[in-house]
Each structure stands twice: as C-alpha cells, then as structure tokens.
C-alpha cells in the first residue's frame, strides 16, 4: 500500500523556521517527482515546491523563493521542506504528494499529483 506520512509541523513565530518531512512507505522514491502543497482556511490548495525524480531541477512558488528549501533522501525515502524566514501568511495544512515523472508540473499543478500525505497543521503566529 502506497503510503505517505508528513511531520514536523507546529506553532512557530514569524521570522522562525521549520523543517516538515514526508516519509514513503510502499513504494521507492526514486522515479517520482515530489511536491508540496499547501491549504489556508477559506483558500484553494496551491503548489509550494516541487523536485524533479533526479533531484537536479525545483521550482518554487513565488511567494516562498529564497525562503523554502526542498530536496529529497531517496536511500531514506523521505522528502522535506525547511521553511525560514515564517511570515503569518504561510498559515495553513501542508501536504506532500507524489507522481511517478520525471520533472515537475508547469506551475506546481495539483492534477497530476496521485499520491497524497494526509497534511500537517503549521500555523505562524506570535
């Protein structure tokens, strides 16, 4: 059973980091490319980050360049993301998701995502 489990989210002040992780079970990870996700109340679910199957391409959504940081451990199976710099409007339920590509979708598209972690709460806030 293919499977996909996030950690690492919580409570944080802005201008802090976290790191959120996304470990594989039932599968490797090694041809898939990842994303993360990301959902605030009242809001569609939009794409954060995304790597390719290689490692060797990422693509960010705007509003987290220079800020976020993804990349993978295949021989662990497990993904991340380390977020610095935590402004309040990153408050939302984010989601890893994984899809047998090569690259990443134009626009960290949701649609071609197959396999989804059930979300973790980080929540930016004095």
């Known amino acids: 059973q293919l499977q996909l489990v996030e950690s690492g989210g919580g409570l944080v002040q802005p201008g802090g980091s976290l790191t959120l992780s996304c470990a594989a079970s039932g599968f490797t990870l090694d041809y898939y490319a990842i994303g993360w996700f990301r959902q605030a109340p009242g809001k569609e679910r939009e794409g954060v980050a995304c790597i390719s199957s290689s490692g060797g391409s990422t693509n960010y959504a705007d509003s987290v360049k220079g800020r976020f940081t993804i990349s993978r451990d295949n021989a662990k199976n497990t993904f991340f993301l380390q977020m610095n710099s935590l402004k309040p409007e990153d408050t939302a339920v984010y989601y890893c998701?994984?899809?047998?590509?090569?690259?990443?979708?134009?626009?960290?598209?949701?649609?071609?995502?197959?396999?989804w972690g059930q979300g973790t709460q980080v929540t930016v806030s004095s």
């Open positions: 998701a994984a899809e047998r590509l090569g690259g990443c979708p134009r626009g960290i598209a949701i649609k071609p995502f197959g396999y």
